[in-house]
Nanobody, 124 residues
Framework: QVHLVESGGGLVQAGGSLRLSCAASGRTFSTLSMAWFRQAPGKEREFITAQWRGDSVTYFVDYADSVKGRFTISRDNAKNTIYLQMNSLKPEDTAVYYC??????????????WGQGIQVTVSS
């Protein structure tokens, strides 16, 4: 089992920045595939970014086109935490953001573990 807790959401003006955090517990964090998704009202859940381990020192990342160049995923294995730095935010980034994890290598889908979600609202 992996338990995930997101934090850092809130209200920000367009063009601003926010950093989301997701603290994980229950398994060896450094080996987890981690991802961020979001779901806007009336829309399906959308993949944002993922990070997975290639070997003991290398991680790979993937970004959705909608956030590439604006959002950055990173992790601190010592703190068992994954981050989502969001810059140049747009009103269309408004959504509930979810952290996801899996004990096997995963990319854009089929994650086993999910956080409770956190609201991000971008005002115009």
């Amino acid at each position: 089992q992996v338990h995930l807790v997101e934090s850092g959401g809130g209200l920000v003006q367009a063009g601003g920045s926010l950093r989301l955090s997701c603290a994980a517990s229950g398994r060896t964090f450094s080996t987890l595939s981690m991802a961020w998704f979001r779901q806007a009202p009336g829309k399906e859940r959308e993949f944002i970014t993922a990070q997975w381990r290639g070997d003991s020192v290398t991680y790979f990342v993937d970004y959705a086109d909608s956030v590439k160049g604006r959002f950055t995923i990173s992790r601190d294995n010592a703190k068992n935490t994954i981050y989502l730095q969001m810059n140049s935010l747009k009103p269309e980034d408004t959504a509930v953001y979810y952290c996801a994890a899996d004990t096997s290598r995963k990319y854009r889908e089929n994650y086993d573990y999910w956080g409770q979600g956190i609201q991000v609202t971008v005002s115009s």
